[in-house]
């Protein structure tokens, strides 16, 4: 059992906000994209740190460096609860990240499995852009690797896929259907002309997450990225009203509560 009294069950997540989310089960605890320090527009106000399951943390991973997925101040919080966590981020991003935290950082390529404890952890390519004006793409370079990553995590019967921040991509519904993914925490907040002119790149709305889900044959969508700023809002609602018929469960998490993940049909 952890400090803060969550218990460590077969397989849990628990939503942080935003992309945040604890992966835990019997052995190993990461957590992914946390934004959970005070930072300016939050529409959530940022939790007490107390109360949160980011002790004895394994592995931080982050997806790319927007502020609500690889936050410092955030990242500073759980070393501090947790010093020996392994920071994982793009490879392009490493050595900065190296520079300002300190510690062991990991720098991911994609397909190229990161093992943290007894999870097996394959990043994958995300369609994203720092900036509206720039191309969406995974944002390798012919001198670097992607920029935008997701990352698959095996552990157990489960295999769980975060997506980071991502409209789809050529390569999804074969990487997903190739790596057996049961689970995908998928970004909803979808995209607008309105949100590209304030510089806010977009991702897949409700419908694609779900269109995306059912065409690899994922079993549950886990809605994120929908609730932190006012520009920038979803709603899972019109996820659970898109996957109607599809075969596809939409989970709806509920904020810094712990949820035990059952796939249905699972043996």
């Known amino acids: 059992m952890s400090a803060t009294g969550i218990p460590r069950r077969d397989l849990a997540l628990t939503w942080l906000g935003q992309a945040g989310v604890v992966v835990d089960d019997l052995q190993t605890r990461v957590v992914i994209d946390p934004f959970i320090a005070p930072s300016s527009g939050r529409a959530v106000p940022a939790p ?3 109360t ?3 002790d004895d ?8 460096e927007h502020n609500d997925h690889l936050h410092p101040d955030s990242l ?6 947790s010093p020996r966590a392994v920071i994982v981020v793009p490879e392009p991003l490493r050595a900065a990240v190296e520079r300002e935290l300190g510690g062991d950082v990991v720098g991911a390529r994609v397909d190229a499995p990161v093992w943290i404890g007894n999870l097996e952890i394959v990043p994958l390519p995300a369609w994203h852009a720092v900036n509206t004006g720039e191309p969406i793409g995974d944002g390798s370079t012919a001198h670097e690797p992607a920029r935008f990553l997701g990352y698959a995590i095996k552990a157990g019967s489960h295999v769980l896929f975060h997506a980071g921040d991502t409209v789809r991509s050529p390569r999804h519904v074969d990487d997903l259907k190739r790596l057996g993914v049961t689970v995908a925490l998928l970004p909803i907040n979808g995209r607008d002309a309105e949100r590209e002119a304030q510089n806010i790149v977009g991702n897949l709305t409700a419908a694609e997450a779900v269109e995306l889900a059912r065409d690899a044959q994922v079993k549950v969508l886990v809605p994120i990225h929908y609730d932190m700023f006012e520009a920038n809002f ?4 019109h996820a659970k009203r898109a996957a109607d018929g599809t075969g596809v469960h939409v989970l709806e998490l509920t904020r810094y509560e712990p949820t035990a993940i059952t796939v249905p049909g699972a043996s």
């Open 48 to 50: 007490d740190p107390a």
């Open 52 to 54: 949160l399951p980011i």
């Open 57 to 64: 943390v394994d592995a931080v991973l982050c997806t790319h």
């Open 76 to 81: 500073r919080l759980i070393r501090r609860r």
């Open 234 to 237: 979803g709603d899972p609602s």
